[in-house]
């Protein structure tokens, strides 16, 4: 005799508005895996079932609500029961919800509590094995919250066991994970490396290349260039184990280089879920990397180890130099500026960035100390300077540090090259062997058929042509690679090498020398470049840190904008006064002052004579004026608001080229003579007179940044 349910009494709180509606039984099955292995959920599905029928409600209207199968069974899907039961059913539908427990329908606690407000709302009646339950009664919502409440402390409490118990497996070594390239488990449990050689020998080329490259692009290039392939063991379906051969790419190299298993440490708990980070529906989300000392678990010399820990830090400090931000050097690229990424600013002490502009098809860089301007609005940058200046500075001191070692270091490269040679000779040697091996596989599979069968014949001889055609495809790739690798050095040419006087600096300068060879060189053997500008002058000081912390100090000049600002300005516009005051003109002066070394502000050999006549007519040298300026033609003379432009130079404080190449972009509206010399009249009320004294004051660059800005929304005004 089947036994009566508390809900099955006479005074059971099921009516008929109940049976006219659904009932919604619930079971959690999350995968087709727990329907499989787990049969008592089905079973309990059956029972619930007969007992919604025994209620009174009729088959076809008793729905059975589940997770949906193939998705993980986390908390973040666990609510997909309660999700379906009122997106897809709806509860004005239902009259009663049945469950082994009803807690479990929602697995959080907002959930539950927003199940039993739409049941009250809608009339429908919650019951489990302990009883039916009136969400609309006092006592009986005081007690589904009670059991709430009590599954979610329960299931608080089975996930803090568990995860103890898999923190303290993890601390004994215990814990198994899935392996990286490279190694295998054997059925004892311990961890070995790959069996086949040809695995282990890409895994250590890897890393030697990043040892020598540098950056993770660079060495997926290399590996794409020499045709290189990764091998990679099946973790699942029915091939587990089964060793495959795939291209690299990008993320599959950086998570092998940070992987601390091939230095030999066994970690866990390198990356952690932050749930502000999660996406709704998404359990692999939100995983966040942590630093090495909030690792949970890091057991050193456990797995046997492709590289050394040093080594694996090593990496790791270079992987974090290449990220492209202010406080990391960033990855070597292909702009002129040499010293890129080491230059620090000598006030601040912050790491100066590299900034462009153009100067017809040229890119000039600039070395701009501006985390103030960036990060708190300040008006002005720290310090700008001309990078030119900077890397000639760093160019000649690193060719007088590495002339003496040039025949040792010829050596060492030749050595290097021969070396990474032989490895990839070991390469190619081992998949040759693979690939006569997969023929000889195939012949033998050939001639063990019947040939009578047909059938199985013609597809086994198209298996063997194929490996036939793919092992003669890599030996022509083999012999190309041949002769088109370094030829190796006989002890002859070693030795006629070292009695060869090494031209480093031709080497330096050769077309076939990249900007980013430059720069790996110059990386190699310096930590950090310091400079500070002498106030708003030409003086720089510089301070090269090498490599070992010894420190090479001096003085370089740079282009400024202004004479003004030139250390020596002082002296100079005495020594103009002076020369002016003994009767010699613009011309004379130009040759005097290039003989006493006299230099411009914005670089080169020496001053120019229109510079020098404006300089002596803003210090009102009589003896370089001119006679009385030529009248213009009848009508033509200059009205209200017009100016000729030494007139206009005169009256903005700036030289007359200026204002020509204002002219050029269109800022100054002028006319010209209509007869010779078609001097030019420039027309400039007080408004445009304001609006030139401000444009005076713009820093350089200032339009090219403001036209990088913008190239995003409205186009710029060129005119503004």
């Given at each position: 005799?089947?036994?009566?349910?508390?809900?099955?009494?006479?005074?059971?709180?099921?009516?008929?508005?109940?049976?006219q509606?659904?009932?919604?039984?619930?079971?959690?099955?999350?995968?087709?895996?727990?329907?499989?292995?787990?049969?008592?959920?089905?079973?309990?599905?059956?029972?619930?079932?007969?007992?919604?029928?025994?209620?009174g409600?009729?088959?076809?209207?008793?729905?059975?609500i589940?997770?949906?199968?193939?998705?993980?069974?986390?908390?973040?899907?666990?609510?997909?029961?309660?999700?379906?039961?009122?997106?897809?059913?709806?509860?004005?539908?239902?009259?009663?919800?049945?469950g082994?427990?009803?807690?479990?329908?929602?697995?959080?606690?907002?959930?539950?509590?927003?199940?039993?407000?739409?049941?009250?709302?809608?009339?429908?009646?919650?019951?489990?094995?302990?009883?039916?339950?009136?969400?609309?009664?006092?006592?009986d919502?005081?007690?589904?919250?009670?059991?709430?409440?009590?599954?979610?402390?329960?299931?608080?409490?089975?996930?803090?066991?568990?995860?103890?118990?898999?923190?303290?497996?993890?601390?004994?070594g215990?814990?198994?994970?899935?392996?990286?390239a490279?190694?295998?488990?054997?059925?004892?449990?311990?961890?070995?490396?790959d069996?086949?050689?040809?695995?282990?020998?890409?895994?250590?080329?890897?890393?030697?290349?990043?040892?020598?490259?540098?950056?993770?692009?660079?060495l997926?290039?290399?590996?794409?260039?020499h045709?290189?392939?990764?091998?990679?063991?099946?973790?699942?379906?029915?091939?587990?184990?089964?060793?495959?051969?795939?291209?690299?790419?990008?993320?599959?190299?950086?998570?092998?280089?940070?992987?601390?298993?091939?230095?030999?440490?066994?970690?866990?708990?390198?990356?952690?879920?932050?749930?502000?980070?999660?996406?709704?529906?998404?359990?692999?989300?939100?995983?966040?990397?942590?630093?090495?000392?909030?690792?949970?678990?890091?057991?050193?010399?456990?797995?046997?180890?492709?590289?050394?820990?040093?080594?694996?830090?090593?990496?790791?400090?270079?992987?974090?130099?290449n990220?492209?931000?202010?406080?990391?050097?960033?990855?070597?690229?292909?702009?002129?500026?040499?010293?890129?990424?080491?230059?620090?600013?000598?006030?601040?002490?912050?790491?100066?960035?590299?900034?462009?502009?153009?100067?017809?098809?040229?890119?000039?860089p600039?070395?701009?100390?501006?985390?103030?301007?960036?990060?708190?609005?300040?008006?002005?940058?720290?310090?700008?300077?001309?990078?030119?200046?900077?890397?000639?500075?760093?160019?000649?001191?690193?060719?007088?540090?590495?002339?003496?070692?040039?025949?040792?270091?010829?050596?060492?490269?030749?050595?290097?090259?021969?070396?990474?040679?032989?490895?990839?000779?070991?390469?190619?040697a081992?998949?040759l062997?693979r690939?006569?091996?997969?023929?000889?596989?195939?012949?033998?599979?050939?001639?063990?058929?019947?040939?009578?069968?047909?059938?199985?014949?013609?597809?086994?001889?198209?298996?063997?042509?194929?490996?036939?055609?793919?092992?003669?495809?890599?030996?022509?790739?083999?012999?190309?690679?041949?002769?088109?690798?370094?030829?190796?050095?006989?002890?002859?040419?070693?030795?006629?090498?070292?009695?060869?006087?090494?031209?480093?600096n031709?080497?330096?300068?050769?077309?076939?020398?990249?900007?980013?060879?430059?720069?790996?060189i110059?990386?190699?053997?310096?930590?950090?470049?310091?400079?500070?500008?002498i106030?708003?002058?030409e003086?720089?000081?510089?301070t090269?840190?090498?490599?070992?912390?010894?420190?090479?100090?001096?003085e370089?000049?740079?282009?400024?904008?202004?004479?003004?600002?030139?250390?020596?300005?002082?002296?100079?516009?005495?020594?103009?006064?002076?020369?002016?005051?003994?009767?010699?003109?613009?011309?004379?002066?130009?040759?005097?002052?290039?003989?006493?070394?006299?230099?411009?502000?914005?670089?080169?050999?020496?001053?120019?004579?229109?510079?020098?006549?404006?300089?002596?007519?803003?210090?009102?040298?009589?003896s370089?004026?001119?006679?009385?300026?030529?009248?213009?033609?009848?009508?033509?003379?200059?009205?209200?608001?017009?100016?000729?432009?030494?007139?206009?130079?005169?009256?903005?404080?700036?030289?007359?080229?200026?204002?020509?190449?204002?002219?050029?972009?269109?800022?100054?509206?002028?006319?010209?003579?209509?007869?010779?010399?078609?001097?030019?009249?420039a027309?400039?009320?007080?408004?445009?007179?304001?609006?030139?004294?401000?444009?005076?004051?713009?820093?350089?660059?200032?339009?090219?940044?403001?036209?990088?800005?913008?190239?995003?929304?409205?186009?710029?005004?060129?005119?503004?």
């Open positions: 005799m089947t036994a009566v349910m508390p809900w099955e009494r006479a005074d059971s709180k099921v009516c008929d508005r109940h049976l509606r659904l009932a919604a039984v619930y079971v959690r099955q999350s995968t087709r895996q727990q329907i499989l292995d787990h049969q008592e959920s089905t079973r309990l599905q059956y029972a619930l079932v007969d007992r919604a029928i025994t209620l409600w009729e088959a076809d209207r008793v729905l059975v589940d997770d949906d199968l193939g998705m993980s069974a986390t908390s973040a899907v666990a609510r997909t029961g309660f999700q379906r039961l009122v997106t897809e059913i709806g509860l004005d539908h239902v009259g009663l919800v049945l082994l427990e009803m807690s479990r329908l929602a697995r959080a606690g907002k959930d539950w509590y927003q199940l039993i407000e739409l049941c009250a709302l809608s009339g429908a009646v919650l019951a489990d094995i302990d009883g039916v339950y009136d969400p609309a009664d006092y006592n919502r005081l007690l589904l919250g009670l059991k709430g409440t009590i599954s979610e402390a329960e299931l608080h409490l089975l996930k803090q066991r568990m995860w103890n118990g898999r923190i303290n497996k993890a601390r004994r215990e814990l198994t994970f899935p392996l990286p490279g190694y295998v488990r054997r059925p004892s449990g311990e961890v070995v490396f069996p086949d050689e040809q695995v282990q020998t890409v895994i250590r080329l890897i890393f030697a290349q990043f040892e020598q490259i540098g950056t993770l692009h660079g997926l290039r290399y590996l794409v260039d045709d290189i392939q990764l091998g990679i063991r099946l973790r699942e379906g029915p091939d587990k184990g089964t060793l495959q051969w795939r291209r690299p790419n990008r993320m599959t190299l950086q998570t092998l280089l940070h992987n601390p298993a091939y230095a030999g440490i066994y970690a866990y708990g390198r990356r952690r879920v932050d749930p502000r980070r999660k996406d709704p529906g998404r359990p692999s989300t939100g995983r966040v990397v942590k630093a090495r000392n909030e690792w949970l678990v890091m057991i050193p010399d456990v797995l046997p180890a492709y590289i050394s820990v040093a080594q694996f830090e090593a990496n790791e400090a270079k992987l974090g130099a990220r492209a931000r202010a406080e990391a050097m960033g990855a070597v690229r292909s702009g002129p500026a040499l010293a890129a990424g080491l230059v620090f600013c000598g006030r601040c002490g912050r790491r100066m960035i590299v900034r462009y502009h153009t100067q017809g098809s040229k890119a000039l600039e070395y701009v100390c501006c985390r103030d301007v960036t990060n708190y609005g300040a008006d002005k940058t720290c310090q700008l300077l001309n990078a030119a200046c900077v890397d000639a500075f760093v160019t000649q001191q690193v060719l007088a540090a590495l002339t003496p070692a040039a025949v040792e270091v010829s050596l060492r490269a030749a050595d290097q090259i021969l070396a990474e040679r032989a490895e990839l000779e070991k390469l190619w081992q998949r062997e690939a006569a091996y997969e023929a000889d596989r195939a012949r033998r599979c050939y001639h063990l058929a019947e040939p009578e069968n047909r059938l199985v014949v013609r597809q086994l001889e198209k298996e063997w042509e194929t490996t036939l055609a793919a092992q003669q495809k890599l030996r022509e790739e083999h012999d190309r690679f041949t002769r088109a690798s370094p030829r190796t050095l006989t002890p002859a040419e070693r030795q006629a090498l070292t009695t060869l006087t090494s031209d480093i031709g080497l330096w300068h050769a077309e076939t020398t990249t900007a980013m060879d430059r720069k790996e110059v990386r190699a053997i310096v930590d950090k470049v310091e400079v500070t500008v106030g708003t002058s003086r720089v000081q510089v090269i840190v090498w490599a070992g912390a010894t420190t090479t100090s001096g370089l000049v740079r282009p400024v904008q202004r004479l003004e600002q030139l250390s020596y300005y002082p002296q100079l516009a005495a020594r103009i006064r002076e020369l002016a005051g003994q009767g010699m003109r613009s011309t004379g002066i130009t040759a005097r002052l290039a003989a006493e070394g006299f230099r411009p502000a914005k670089g080169g050999k020496k001053i120019a004579q229109s510079t020098v006549h404006e300089l002596m007519r803003r210090l009102d040298c009589a370089d004026r001119v006679g009385p300026r030529r009248p213009a033609p009848p009508g033509e003379e200059p009205g209200p608001d017009e100016w000729w432009l030494d007139q206009l130079a005169d009256e903005l404080e700036i030289p007359k080229a200026t204002l020509r190449s204002w002219i050029r972009c269109g800022w100054l509206t002028v006319r010209k003579e209509s007869r010779p010399p078609y001097r030019l009249i027309h400039a009320d007080q408004a445009e007179l304001a609006v030139l004294r401000e444009r005076r004051t713009r820093p350089p660059g200032w339009y090219s940044s403001r036209l990088w800005n913008e190239a995003s929304g409205t186009a710029a005004d060129p005119h503004s």
